[in-house]
Nanobody, 124 residues
Framework: QVQLVESGGGLVQAGGSLRLSCAASGRTFSSRAMGWFRQAPGKEREVVAAISWSGGSTNYADDVKGRFTISRDNAKNAVYLQMNSLKPEDTAVYYC?????????????????WGQGTQVTVSS
């Protein structure tokens, strides 16, 4: 089992930055790929970024490429999402998720473990 707790959300103006953190419990964190997802009101949950177990492979949704960076620190059991040049359309609840495997896949259904989410609001 893996327990995940997100932090770092908040209110920011368009063009600003936020860094989300996800703290994971359990001894298997370093062997799991991790992902960040988001869900805006009235919309389905969507993938934002994913990172492999070692951090050597990352994938991003097209609309965040060049603005967001996913990273991890296996010594701290943590994964991060640095968000720059934020836009109002980035407003959503952001979720951290953990996989059973080590590949950085982008499919929501491959992530069985989820945090409770953190709200990100970008004002125009």
């Amino acid at each position: 089992q893996v327990q995940l707790v997100e932090s770092g959300g908040g209110l920011v103006q368009a063009g600003g930055s936020l860094r989300l953190s996800c703290a994971a419990s359990g001894r298997t964190f370093s062997s799991r790929a991790m992902g960040w997802f988001r869900q805006a009101p009235g919309k389905e949950r969507e993938v934002v970024a994913a990172i492999s177990w070692s951090g050597g492979s990352t994938n991003y949704a097209d609309d965040v490429k060049g603005r967001f960076t996913i990273s991890r620190d296996n010594a701290k059991n943590a994964v991060y999402l640095q968000m720059n040049s934020l836009k109002p359309e980035d407003t959503a609840v952001y979720y951290c998720a953990a996989k059973e495997g080590y590949l950085a896949t982008m499919q929501l259904r491959t992530y069985p473990y989820w945090g409770q989410g953190t709200q990100v609001t970008v004002s125009s």
